[in-house]
């Protein structure tokens, strides 16, 4: 299996954007597709957006869509996710995961590896 860390979350305001990281190593990263999910407390995860092997499809959940977008890079084993025009209700915890089908992207159990998460917190 792949393992994976993020970073680059942190404070910032409504209307401003941050750009997170997921590193892979272990094994073959462009074997597996990527998505990007968040856990706000005491709610569930939700899926954020997800890319294909090659970077070629990716798949945004309406309430970020126009927002955030996805993007890879095979050659530096990275997926990151661009995060523009945030609101508070953005705030969360974010994971990135690792699924070598990508049958349903948006179901959390379909993924084999995840990330430790990185806070992501915007103040009103």
């Known amino acids: 299996q792949v393992q994976l860390v993020e970073s680059g979350g942190g404070l910032v305001q409504a209307g401003g954007s941050l750009r997170l990281s997921c590193a892979a190593s272990g094994d073959t990263f462009s074997r597996y597709a990527m998505g990007w999910f968040r856990q706000a407390p005491g709610k569930e995860r939700e899926f954020v957006v997800g890319i294909s092997w090659t970077g070629g499809i990716t798949d945004v959940a309406d309430s970020v869509k126009g927002r955030f977008t996805i993007s890879r890079d095979n050659a530096k084993n990275t997926v990151y996710l661009q995060m523009n025009s945030l609101k508070p209700e953005d705030t969360a915890v974010y994971y990135c995961?690792?699924?070598?089908?990508?049958?349903?992207?948006?179901?959390?159990?379909?993924?084999?590896?995840w990330g430790q998460g990185t806070q992501v917190t915007v103040s009103s």
């Open positions: 995961a690792a699924d070598n089908r990508w049958l349903r992207p948006r179901d959390p159990r379909e993924y084999d590896s």
